[in-house]
């Protein structure tokens, strides 16, 4: 994760995997069998902007391993930038922040589509 001072903005590649994320299942290609036999996964994609206003772009079936990942326990706006389910279909898992916080602390987040 990219720290940053609190007067900074910093980005957060959450993921950068395609839509069913890499290496895809089953899949014969180069990439996955070199990815699967060296153990790595991507994630699919997500990005984070940490600074005043912590923003989460799109919110994919990952993303509770990707706040986890990166240490990230407040997010105060949610952009998904379109409806197909790997940018948002990870919004129900974010009530999770809703048990998390004290009684009466918790604010729903403002999200945002286009």
């Not at 290496?23 to 036999?37: D, G, T, V, Y």
């Not at 998390?100 to 999200?111: L, M, S, V, Y």
Request: charged share 30%.
């Amino acid at each position: 994760m990219m720290k940053s001072e609190d007067n900074e903005t910093a980005l957060v590649f959450l993921g950068t995997g395609a839509a069913w994320g890499l290496p895809e299942l089953n899949c014969p290609c180069a990439i996955c069998k070199e990815m699967r036999s060296k153990g790595e996964r991507r994630k699919r994609t997500a990005l984070f902007i940490k600074g005043k206003c912590n923003l989460l772009i799109d919110c994919g079936p990952d993303i509770l391993w990707q706040l986890e990942e990166n240490g990230i326990d407040r997010i105060d706006a949610i952009l998904i930038t379109h409806e197909h389910g790997d940018h948002y279909i990870g919004l129900d898992e974010l009530f999770v922040f809703k048990r998390i916080r004290p009684r009466g602390a918790f604010r729903p987040i403002p999200t945002y589509m286009t």
